[in-house]
C-alpha cells in the first residue's frame, strides 16, 4: 500500500536561512512524488513534482526538491528562506502499480518563517 | 489562481441532511478529483472522475458519491451527513495522462468548506 510520511509538524526558520521539509514515502511501483503548499483559507498550489528524470527537481518560488531511491525520501528545500514562506507544506504521492489515479498525501508540515 | 472553481464557499447543513457540491474543472483538463480534508489533517482522496465514470475510488462509504458532465465539471453529493463530515472539500482537475502517458498534475479549487451541526 502506499504512504506518505512528513515527520515534522513544524519546521522553524530564520528568513534568509535554508530550509528543508522532509517527506518520505513507501510504493508498490513507480513513485511520482509531489509538493503542494496551502495557505489559510485557501486551496493547495502546486510547487514542483518528480515523475522521471533527474532527481533534482525545480519548482516554483525558488523550492527544490531531491528524490532519492535508495531512502525513499523526497525533501523539499529552499536556499533562502522568505517570510512569505510560511504556510503549511504537503507531500503527495501516487503510485504507477495502482494506476497512478490515486494521490496519496502526507498530514503536513507548518513552516514558520522569523524575520 | 488555478481556473478550478468550487461553489459554495461555505455551507452549514444538520446531520442527516444531503449536500451538493459543484466543481468547474480548469479549460482543457478532462479529469476531476474530490478530496476531503479534515481539521488539521492532509486531503484524503475520495474519489475521481474520468470520461463521466468513476475511475478510482479512497476508502469512503456508498453514500458518498459524483457525477461528471460533458462539459467536465463535477459534482460530489453526500447523503446522510454525519458531524465528522464537517471538513473542506477539495476538487483537483487535471488531464488524465501528460503527453508522455505518465499522470499529469493536479490543480486545485479553493474548496467548500462543509459544517455539519
Known amino acids: 500500500a502506499q504512504s506518505v510520511a512528513q515527520p515534522e509538524d513544524q519546521v522553524n526558520v530564520a528568513e534568509g536561512n535554508p530550509l528543508t521539509v522532509k517527506c518520505t514515502y513507501s510504493v508498490s511501483g513507480n513513485p511520482y512524488l509531489f509538493w503542494y503548499v496551502q495557505y489559510p483559507n485557501r486551496g493547495l498550489q502546486f510547487l514542483l513534482k518528480y515523475i522521471t528524470g533527474d532527481n533534482l527537481v525545480k519548482g516554483s518560488y525558488g523550492f527544490e526538491a531531491e528524490f532519492n531511491k535508495s531512502q525513499t525520501s523526497f525533501h523539499l528545500k529552499k536556499p533562502s528562506a522568505l517570510v512569505s514562506d510560511s504556510a503549511l507544506y504537503f507531500c503527495?504521492?501516487?503510485?504507477?502499480?495502482?494506476?497512478?489515479?490515486?494521490?496519496?498525501f502526507g498530514a503536513g508540515t507548518r513552516l514558520f518563517v522569523k524575520a | 489562481e488555478t481556473g478550478v472553481t468550487q461553489s459554495p464557499t461555505h455551507l452549514i447543513k444538520t446531520r442527516g441532511q444531503q449536500v451538493t457540491l459543484r466543481c468547474s474543472s480548469q479549460s482543457g483538463h478532462n479529469t476531476v478529483s474530490w478530496y476531503q480534508q479534515a481539521l488539521g489533517q492532509g486531503p484524503q482522496f475520495i474519489f475521481q472522475y474520468y470520461r463521466e465514470e468513476e475511475n478510482g475510488r479512497g476508502n469512503f462509504p456508498p453514500r458518498f458519491s459524483g457525477l461528471q458532465f460533458p462539459n467536465y465539471s463535477s459534482e460530489l453529493n453526500v447523503n446522510a451527513l454525519e458531524l465528522d463530515d464537517s471538513a473542506l472539500y477539495l476538487c483537483a482537475s487535471s488531464s488524465h495522462h501528460d503527453l508522455a502517458g505518465l499522470p499529469d498534475t493536479q490543480y486545485f479549487g479553493p474548496g467548500t468548506r462543509l459544517t455539519v451541526l
Open positions: 503527495a504521492v501516487r503510485d504507477s502499480f495502482t494506476g497512478g489515479f490515486k494521490t496519496i
